[in-house]
């Protein structure tokens, strides 16, 4: 989403600000300028091969556009707020909409794993009528390349609940110059849902000393180009080994919490201070792979004028290969919604990491462990938005929305989905936070968009989804 994400005021030790702006949500479901008539009009006809590529996505997004393409009217698919797997689909012209038992046949047939799992947890499925099929709505978003070059755009989505794009704008932002933007791309004002929403921030800011580490426990680095003096804080991930180096351990955190965002600069990382007078005094690791943001050409082709990434991820090396717990996430005594603990549960001390989802589904329930709000949870609201870093330029692509709480410093946290009652799913690591309609979200780059940037990364001795069907 491009909410302008704004990077954490700098320059006081331990401490970041708040990343929760209060804004209010409000949909524009109804027209505010003439429609665009539907008749005839073919969204893809006028895109150039770079858009048509970048229209596919990544993500659900991805792997929806692909089934649309082997199934004919397939329009998307989420869970319900009941937890039913939802599936639409366009009405056959003349004829009746495919049966549930239909679609699951089709489902099974072309999705992928990712699909194949949530159908082994959802064996029947609900089905909705579809105004578009996948392919309409991704090519209709791939129209949008200059939108983040329009003032107060948060972020730009494919709304698989509505079977519609969506536009988050901020509070200040003009309507009528979105409605406007739309026009000029040739966007149908009937396609799109106009939404209000908080900025939302990186969040820089468990805090005890950890030997070995878990994900979600706290680091500490420097970034002498951003303020000399300060000691700036994030959360580990999750810890992981790579297949190049099979004598290191490794752990996952923001991007931005580095020295210099998008770029090798060999950061060291402590746990739990620095020590005075003894340089690596609690040094647990350095940075290893911070790859850059591309520009014209590179992965921001999409969107000109901007630099692009899709995570915002980096790996880091322990300087001990002892001080990786590795598999683990830092389990705290309760979790809730906004606010959770962080105290450490001491009869059940930490997670087990047993899989990786690539990517989320729409209202599953995601958590993420980190050393400033603890343990906090709540649906996935919004999946695979491309996503405004505000005052840079620097855009996110594909990234996902939980309505659950953060502050300064969980940057970096794991998040996950909870499959057994010690056992976790891992699903991607938070960079940012802001809120929806006064209740805080958090943002996070998914495993997949990490991967692909950072390289495959092994994250447990275990995978219980392995055997799924």
Avoid at 63 to 80: L, S
Avoid at 134 to 139: H, N, R, S, V
Wanted: glycine fraction near 10%; include cysteine; hydrophobic fraction near 40%.
């Amino acid at each position: 989403m491009r909410s302008r994400i704004v990077r954490p005021a700098h320059g006081l030790p331990l401490s970041t600000l708040l990343a929760v702006f209060a804004a209010g949500c409000t949909q524009s479901d109804a027209p505010t300028a003439p429609q665009t008539s539907m008749t005839g009009v073919n969204p893809s006809t006028t895109l150039t091969e770079a858009e048509l590529k970048a229209a596919t996505g990544r993500g659900a997004d991805g792997e929806f556009t692909r089934m649309a393409r082997q199934i004919p009217g397939f329009g998307g698919m989420y869970y319900d707020k009941a937890g039913k797997l939802t599936v639409f689909m366009k009405a056959p012209a003349g004829g009746a909409a495919l049966r549930s038992t239909d679609v699951v046949s089709r489902l099974r047939a072309a999705g992928n794993p990712a699909v194949q799992k949530r159908l082994s947890k959802s064996p029947t499925v609900a089905t909705r009528t579809a105004k578009y099929d996948y392919t309409e709505l991704q090519a209709y978003r791939a129209r949008l390349s200059r939108f983040f070059g329009v003032r107060g755009v948060v972020f730009v989505d494919t709304d698989e609940e509505q079977n519609r794009l969506r536009i988050g704008i901020q509070s200040s932002a003009s309507e009528q110059s979105v409605v406007q933007a739309l026009a000029r791309a040739g966007v149908p004002r009937a396609v799109v849902i106009i939404s209000r929403i908080s900025e939302v921030k990186q969040v820089k800011n468990l805090q005890h000393r950890f030997r070995p580490m878990p994900g979600g426990g706290q680091i500490t680095f420097f970034a002498p180009s951003i303020d000399p003096s300060a000691l700036f804080v994030c959360s580990v991930g999750f810890n992981a080994r790579v297949a190049s180096r099979p004598d290191k351990e490794f752990f996952v955190t923001a991007s931005h919490c580095s020295d210099i965002q998008g770029r090798n600069q060999q950061t060291d990382y402590f746990n739990h201070l620095p020590q005075a007078g003894q340089p690596n005094g609690n040094r647990i690791g350095r940075e290893f792979k911070d790859p850059r943001y591309g520009g014209a050409g590179g992965n921001c082709v999409f969107y000109p004028g901007f630099r692009c990434r899709f995570s915002d991820a980096l790996l880091a090396r322990y300087t001990n290969t002892n001080f990786s717990d590795f598999g683990t996430i830092a389990r705290t005594t309760f979790a809730r919604q906004r606010v959770g603990s962080l105290r450490i549960d001491d009869a059940n001390p930490r997670w087990t990491v047993v899989g990786e989802f690539g990517f989320p589904f729409l209202n599953e329930i995601a958590h993420k462990v980190g050393r400033t709000s603890g343990h906090t949870f709540g649906p996935v609201i919004i999946t695979c938005a491309d996503t405004g870093v505000s005052e840079t330029d620097i855009v996110l692509i594909c990234q996902d929305f939980v309505l659950a709480g953060v502050f300064g410093g969980d940057s970096g946290s794991p998040v996950f989905e909870q499959v057994g009652d010690d056992e976790i799913v891992l699903v991607g690591v938070l960079w940012g936070g802001g809120t929806l309609a006064g209740a805080p979200i958090f943002v996070f780059s998914a495993m997949e968009q990490i991967e692909l940037e950072l390289g495959p990364l092994n994250t447990s001795d275990v995978d219980l989804l392995a055997s799924s069907p």
